[in-house]
């Protein structure tokens, strides 16, 4: 019977958490976009987005219905702690706090063009056979430009 009523207390415990799922605790993504994922049997709450672990420095506090978030801007390169609190009647009750890492992602795909794929704006230093040096551009996410086979192209992270 002790043991029937420890397991119910247990579960009941864990009912009434909420849990996050996405992105994990000291997860390094590159989408700056991210959108969180918990669960929770509650329906109501607050979203938290800060860059201290404070949450002194909030990025986002949204009240949010459901058990998602996306936010709707880019975020810069670099950590960020969230967590979410349900908000039951008068009662709040809050989840761990997790971190995460966004890493920028210098990407590009070549075909008749080069097209900038990653999640950062790069620079295309461009040049002849020789190595010298004949011009430049920069490339925002998802642009491209037209390449010749002629031609160089050294591509960096724009800063």
């Known amino acids: 019977l002790i043991v029937i009523v420890l397991t119910s207390f247990a579960l009941l415990s864990l009912i009434n958490l909420v849990t ?14 991210p959108e969180f994922k918990w669960i929770s ?11 201290d ?4 420095n909030l990025v986002v506090s949204e009240e949010v219905y459901g058990s998602n ?10 950590g960020y702690y969230w967590k979410v609190i349900a908000l039951e009647n008068q009662r709040e009750i809050q989840s761990n706090i997790n971190k995460f890492k966004i890493n920028s992602l210098v990407e590009v795909e070549i075909n008749q063009n080069l097209k900038n794929t990653g999640n950062t704006v ?12 004949t011009g430049a551009v920069v490339l925002d996410i998802n642009q491209e430009m037209d390449v010749n086979n002629d031609t160089l192209y050294k591509v960096k992270q724009n800063e």
């Open 53 to 56: 672990r404070d949450f002194e």
């Open 41 to 51: 049997r509650y329906n109501y709450f607050r979203f938290y987005l800060s860059n």
């Open 122 to 133: 790069v620079d295309v230093e461009i040049s002849d056979k020789s190595g010298k040096i």
């Open 20 to 33: 996050l799922i996405e992105p994990n605790n000291n997860q390094v993504i590159y989408d700056r976009t």
């Open 69 to 78: 978030y996306k936010v709707n801007h880019s975020l810069y390169f670099g």
